[in-house]
């Protein structure tokens, strides 16, 4: 048996011991990756700051000291990095003939005069580093050499610059010559390298480690960093292992090892050699007691029964140490006989009574008074504890017979905390945490009660919904912390101008609601709206040094309508209070469904809920109308205007006058231009009959898509994905929309029109724009709004307009495009004015796109 059970022993501990070397050498692999990662982490942090100040002089034609020393100061870089010692910006400068980097600015002043005026030639790895940053437009580190803040003779290298180029204004240069051609600066960080390695390296790492960093980019390695100058590196009875840091063109090789010997392994204390030699001898005996005598059987069932009164002893005491509370009393008389050390704590003095006597409950304490009673499980009750405090517990009691007594055992286990906890949560679920009102769903849940009530005969209430006015402006000049502080305060004033039944709830954001109960008719709510509102209005909000005054626009729904849905009153309440702000703001507006404005609203959201199933449901559709040349009969290939229609549930198509409108006023254009342009885009070649010969399709754009940053990428990304030639493509922006967003639109342009892209401005004269815009749009076409066309022949001003624009047209290389051209008679007077295109009904009405099948919904 010994040599059964030793064998499989032997080899456990062997595989052992063979898994605890692989594991240590593991461990040791990993700090050494960890202190790469760390430096690696250490150096791309530097680059980042340089590529944010880098930003700065893209996006500005100048950058001054003082902007230079505010973008310093306000990065703290500092911070992150505390071996930094400069950021310098040197501009690239003749001197004696030569075109040289030249120091200008210097942040912080202090302790780096040294660097203005310096010329970076003068420090040639600072130069190399320079010159390879121009060429690849990429974060290059230099090697190390003396910073003129500590160049001291006979001192080793100790510094090291991060560098960026500065190019002129312009797309990204393309090439190594266009860099060079564009090159205006250099950008660059200095940083103490002894510094820079012991803050990017833990402090556990660098304990019982011998750490060593050297630059090996090319030539001799050259030490940069030793963590223990007085040993030396050879190999001896401590492993070394290396691992590199390649950043900024630059190749550090990082060394460790040990400094202490890694104690040996132990066949005896690291495996199971000893407990399994022990196991075995144990097995052996038993196999050796098995076989012997009645008189060792015996002596086994002594030591087995001895055990068992051992164990015995053991639950009685284990019972003393349990959290729950065990009591024992008497059935007939109730009298407690045991109480486990859990319940002595908790209860005190009371153990020392009945058992009922426990229970603040009088049924329940009935209940156990009688003789009879089979107890209860699970229930929930009110214990009284030491010094008459109660809490709660969930309690279990059974009868049990004991030494031929019958007995009741309570089990019991304190629920206080965990009943604190879920009314916390309780309360949680149904109030906003900022204000400590209710929140929308508990406030919903209270209106739609109050709905069924007055259907089933109730009283009337009234809803209010509150929204502040201009409360966005607060966030925007004192930050969401003075808003969440005005939202609290406002909340306390509100209020106070409650009744006793009345709900006040926070619905989201700066809107508010309010449930007013048993309201005799409209003019007692109308009363209670406006004292809110003056309430509102007449508060001032103090915060720093600024105060603000609040206002509220209140949307009022009387709750009188059994057939009115909760949708429906939630609706019609925003309703109201978006009419009270389109009517001036800071006021009451209570809902009609006779009114108006109430109609249209609401036409506009229910148009708002179909246009965002639209294109789910396949709802959208492109039509296209094609654009007829001129001034040019000879004109190859086929131009066309994409327009967007709607199909209604009985598949007839809506123009954009109905549905438009609502999709503008709910943010819901964005969705709709992506749809259009991914549909053209993606099948261009099947817009039009003539196919692949289609020479240029227009798309419209909204001022809310423009809006988006992402869009040009979009646009971009797509071209390449489906290989459509951008000079195919033409965007139409409108005049207002151009002027609205400038520069936004000026930006759009110039990055699309870069890859062949072509614009038109669309409605030109029918804004408040002037031809001195034309000068900072580069479009392509100009679009005569259709008013003036259609007037031209009869109306001599409009007559004017057309000349005037076609002729500051041409002149400015621009081609003019007619809209609603209605008859043969403007076509004849449009080419003697010199347009180049036409587009009306009396040229080619527009017609349904046929998509091919699979592509998309035509």
């Known amino acids: ?143 190390p050499f003396r910073l003129v803040q500590f160049d001291q003779p006979g001192q080793s290298p100790e510094g090291v610059t991060l560098r960026l180029p500065i190019f002129s204004a312009g797309p990204p240069p393309a090439n190594v010559a266009e860099r060079r051609a564009r090159i205006v600066g250099s950008l660059a960080v200095s940083f103490q390298v002894k510094a820079l390695i012991e803050w990017a390296l833990p402090s556990d790492i660098r304990d019982g480690l011998h750490i060593g960093i050297s630059d090996v980019t090319g030539g001799e390695p050259l030490m940069l960093y030793d963590s223990h100058p007085e040993l030396d590196w050879s190999p001896g009875t401590s492993p070394l292992r290396h691992a590199h840091v390649q950043y900024g063109s630059r190749d550090w090789r990082i060394t460790v090892a040990e400094l202490a010997p890694r104690p040996a392994l132990s066949a005896w204390q690291d495996t199971v050699l000893l407990p399994g030699m022990l196991v075995s001898l144990l097995l052996s005996l038993l196999a050796g007691s098995l076989a012997s005598t009645r008189r060792r059987a015996l002596e086994l069932g002594w030591k087995m029964s001895h055990q068992y009164r051992e164990s015995e002893e053991r639950f009685r005491r284990l019972n003393e140490l349990l959290p729950a509370l065990v009591l024992l009393a008497d059935a007939r008389t109730g009298r407690i006989r045991y109480a486990n050390q859990a319940a002595r704590n908790r209860l005190g003095p009371h153990i020392e009574g009945v058992l009922p006597a426990l229970f603040e409950d009088p049924d329940l304490r009935s209940q156990l008074e009688d003789p009879d009673t089979a107890g209860c499980e699970n229930i929930e009750a009110v214990l009284r504890a030491r010094h008459n405090k109660p809490f709660w517990a969930s309690v279990s009691i059974t009868r049990a017979e004991m030494e031929g007594s019958q007995m009741l055992l309570m089990v019991a286990t304190d629920t206080s905390e965990q009943r604190e906890l879920t009314e916390m949560l309780s309360y949680q679920a149904s109030h906003d945490m900022l204000t ?59 209020r106070e101008q409650l009744r006793g039944d009345d709900v006040l709830a926070r619905l989201g954001g700066d809107e508010f609601g309010v449930l007013m109960m048993n309201i005799a008719d409209r003019r007692e709510a109308e009363e209670v709206a406006e004292r809110m509102r003056r309430q509102i209005d007449g508060y001032v909000f103090a915060w720093e040094k600024t105060s603000y005054t609040v206002s509220a626009s209140i949307g009022v729904v009387m709750i009188d309508q059994p057939e009115a849905s909760l949708d429906d009153l939630l609706a019609h309440a925003d309703t109201a209070c978006y009419l009270a702000k389109e009517s001036g703001r800071n006021r009451v507006h209570f809902y009609s469904a006779l009114d108006d404005d109430a109609t249209r609203r609401q036409s506009e959201m229910e148009w708002a809920n179909r246009l965002r199933w639209a294109v789910d449901e396949h709802r959208l559709m492109l039509k296209y109308q094609e ?9 190859r290939g086929v131009r066309i205007e994409l327009l967007l229609r709607f199909r209604d549930e009985n598949g007839r198509p809506v123009v954009p006058g109905a549905f438009i409108p609502a999709a503008e006023r709910y943010g819901l254009m964005p969705m709709i231009d992506r749809w259009v342009i991914e549909t053209t885009i993606a099948n261009f070649d099947s817009l039009h009959p003539s196919g692949a010969d289609l020479r240029m399709a227009t798309i419209n754009l909204s001022g809310a898509s423009i809006e988006e940053e992402q869009l040009a990428d979009r646009i971009l990304h797509l071209l390449e994905h489906h290989r459509v030639d951008p000079r195919r493509v033409c965007f139409e922006i409108t005049e207002t929309v151009a002027v609205r967003n400038l520069s936004r639109v000026a930006r759009l342009i110039e990055r699309l029109r870069s890859v062949g892209c072509q614009f038109a401005l669309d409605d030109f004269g029918a804004g408040m724009s002037s031809f001195g815009y034309l000068k900072n749009l580069p479009v392509d076409y100009i679009k005569i709004d259709g008013s003036f066309i259609r007037d031209m022949l009869e109306d001599p001003m409009s007559e004017a307009i057309v000349r005037a624009v076609t002729d500051i047209g041409h002149r400015r290389g621009l081609r003019i495009v007619a809209e609603w051209v209605d008859s043969d008679a403007v076509v ?11 587009q009306g009904f009396v040229l080619h009405e527009p017609e349904q796109v046929i998509f091919q099948r699979g592509n998309a919904e035509g």
């Not at 009234?462 to 502080?485: E, P, R, V, W």
């Not at 654009?627 to 004109?635: D, G, M, R």
């Not at 004849?828 to 036409?838: H, R, T």
């Open 436 to 494: 400590e009102l209710y929140n929308r769903r508990e406030f919903e849940r209270r209106l739609e009660r109050a709905r069924v009530s007055m259907s089933q005969g109730g009283p009337t209430c009234a809803l209010l919904y509150i929204d502040l006015d201009q409360f966005k402006l607060i966030n925007d000049t004192s930050g969401h912390i003075a808003g969440d502080q005005l939202l609290a305060q406002l909340a306390l004033v509100m």
């Open 627 to 635: 654009v007829w040349p001129l001034a040019s009969e000879s004109e």
């Open 1 to 143: 048996m010994l040599l059964i059970c030793m064998l499989p022993t032997l080899w456990l501990a062997r595989i052992q011991q063979v898994r605890a070397v692989e594991e240590r050498e593991q461990e040791f692999a990993k700090v050494v990756e960890r202190t790469r990662s760390s430096m690696l982490s250490q150096l791309r942090t530097c680059g980042l700051m340089v590529r944010s100040i880098q930003t700065l002089f893209m996006a500005s034609s100048e950058v001054s000291p003082a902007e230079f020393e505010f973008v310093y100061s306000n990065l703290k870089p500092r911070a992150h990095l505390p071996s930094l010692k400069a950021l310098a910006y040197a501009s690239l400068q003749p001197v004696e003939g030569e075109l040289h980097f030249v120091t200008t600015m210097v942040a912080p002043a202090k302790g780096n005069e040294a660097l203005m005026g310096l010329d970076v030639s003068r420090q040639p790895p600072n130069l190399r580093a320079a010159e390879l940053s121009r060429d690849t437009d990429e974060a290059i580190m230099s090697a």
């Open 828 to 838: 004849a007077a449009l080419i003697k004015l010199g347009v180049d295109y036409g």
